[in-house]
C-alpha cells in the first residue's frame, strides 16, 4: 500500500482489519524504506495532481490516511 500512495493511519488500519496486531502492524511501518517515508508519499501523490483545490487535495489526502497536521502543513492551510 505504501508504492500505491496511502499513509500510514490507512496502512496500519489495512493491516489490523487482517487480523495482524496492532504493535506488528506498528513494526511494520517502521521498516518501510526510506524512500517510501510518509512525507514522500504524500509529496508524490500531491506532485501527481493537476492543479486541484486546497479543499479536494486536502480530501483525498485524508482519505489515503495521511494525519492532518502534515496535510495542512504541505497545502499551506485552507484559505478564508
Known amino acids: 500500500m505504501a508504492e500505491r500512495g496511502y499513509g500510514d493511519f490507512a496502512i496500519k488500519a489495512f493491516l489490523e ?10 513494526d511494520a511501518l517502521k521498516v518501510l524504506p526510506e524512500e ?4 514522500k508519499r504524500m509529496v508524490m501523490l500531491i506532485e501527481k ?11 483525498f489526502l485524508a ?8 496535510i495542512m502543513d504541505a497545502v499551506g492551510g485552507v484559505d478564508a
Open 63 to 70: 482519505g489515503r490516511g495521511f494525519p492532518i497536521d502534515m
Open 36 to 39: 517510501l517515508g510518509e512525507i
Open 17 to 26: 482489519g487482517l487480523g495482524i496486531p496492532e504493535e506488528m502492524a506498528k
Open 49 to 59: 495532481r493537476k492543479d486541484p483545490s486546497k479543499e479536494k487535495l486536502i480530501r
